[in-house]
């Protein structure tokens, strides 16, 4: 297994990298977002990576950071997404914007990753859904912001006003994944408890 591979780029395209480490050039099959956060030619990086093993090859897959590794292997544990899929899809989406997704049950935009169709991004939702929380969305690796944005209260009550907020904004003709973006952060600004109306109020200012 193979955790990382740490080095000197050596060469770049669109969808992998060569990394030259100690002499070994190692070639890591990158998402096109990695590709545009890479640093130039010549210049130390380090991919955390996934080996994908098959009968007849050995593949890697890489990743900038910890968060969008733990997110492929996630991706890839849903039935008809593989390690090519998963990359498709983290080329098109943040690991954050494709959690609002998921929460959201947005398969309409979750669709729009090449490759995958309405009943995969349908089967996405309903396999990964409870395997992911508000806390999760954080936007960086940084444990103090994560500590902070899980401070959103889930009691029942508060869940129930978000979900409705929700539905409400959607019905309106909100994009689901935007409604849940704008409700989240009228949650997390707010340190006072907020009834459906009150959130539905704050979060069309948001998306105004």
Do not use: H, W
């Not at 002499?23 to 080996?51: F, H, Q, W």
């Not at 995958?116 to 929380?133: H, N, P, Q, Y």
């Not at 899980?150 to 907020?165: L, Q």
């Amino acid at each position: 297994m193979i955790a990382y591979v740490q080095g000197i780029l050596e060469n770049l395209e669109i969808d992998k990298a060569v990394i030259d480490v100690g002499g070994i050039g190692y070639e890591v099959n990158i998402s096109a977002s990695t590709c545009d956060r890479m640093p130039g030619i010549g210049e130390s990086v380090k991919l955390y990576t996934y080996m994908n093993v098959k009968e007849d090859e050995m593949s890697l897959f890489g990743f900038l950071t910890r968060d969008e590794i733990r997110m492929f292997r996630m991706l890839i544990t849903v039935s008809g997404i593989g390690p090519k899929g998963a990359l498709s899809i983290l080329s098109v989406f943040d690991t954050d914007d494709l959690r609002f997704a998921i929460l959201s049950g947005d398969t309409k935009t979750i669709s729009k990753a090449p490759g995958i169709g309405k009943k995969t991004a349908e089967r996405l939702v309903l396999e990964l859904r409870d395997k992911i929380s508000n806390a999760d969305i954080k936007g960086s690796d940084d444990s103090a912001a994560a500590g902070s944005l899980s401070g959103i209260s889930t009691k029942d009550e508060d869940v129930s006003s978000r979900d409705e907020a929700v539905e409400a904004l959607a019905a309106l003709g909100y994009n689901a994944t935007d409604a849940m973006k704008a409700v989240r952060k009228v949650l997390s600004s707010s340190d006072e408890k907020l009834d459906t109306e009150a959130i539905l109020k704050l979060a069309l200012k948001e998306l105004f």
